[in-house]
């Protein structure tokens, strides 16, 4: 399983960031293959405000829907129990890493689902790796 983070997804997704070319094989790669990704509900809403400010509706609208809808995509409901651990996260990694609120809920939702790899281009991330408990890859420095 794969966890692709929105700084990522955004990048793919406008064409007019610098990160696009670094981001765009990687990903197609990805969806083309048959490796499950998966994406919390908190993630998905960051990804549709981004293109909802910075495309016009219906072109904002056209790629949410292509991104929910997407073969290979798990997107994981944010329940109470997954809001706790988010917490725990928030409060064991903010003070020493930078750890913000939406990244404790990928790290939480790594954690819970057994993800094998989390693919982004955040750096508290990267300073993390050791407590994560999966690969990171950043495409744009590769």
Known sequence: M??????IWCYYFDRRMPEHQKVREPIRQILKSSKEIVCNTIVVME???????????EDARSKIEHFIKLGN???LDFDAKLMIESLDKLLNYNYSYGLGGRDSTILAS?????VKTLVTHDNVFKRLSSNVGCSIIDPIEE
Do not use: C, T
Not at 47 to 57: G, P, Q, S, T, W
Not at 110 to 114: C, E, K, L, T, V
């Open 110 to 114: 790594i954690q819970a689902n057994g």
């Open 73 to 75: 995509m798990k997107i």
């Open 47 to 57: 990804i549709a405000h981004y293109l909802v400010r910075h495309f016009k509706e």
């Open 2 to 7: 794969i966890f692709i983070d929105s700084n």
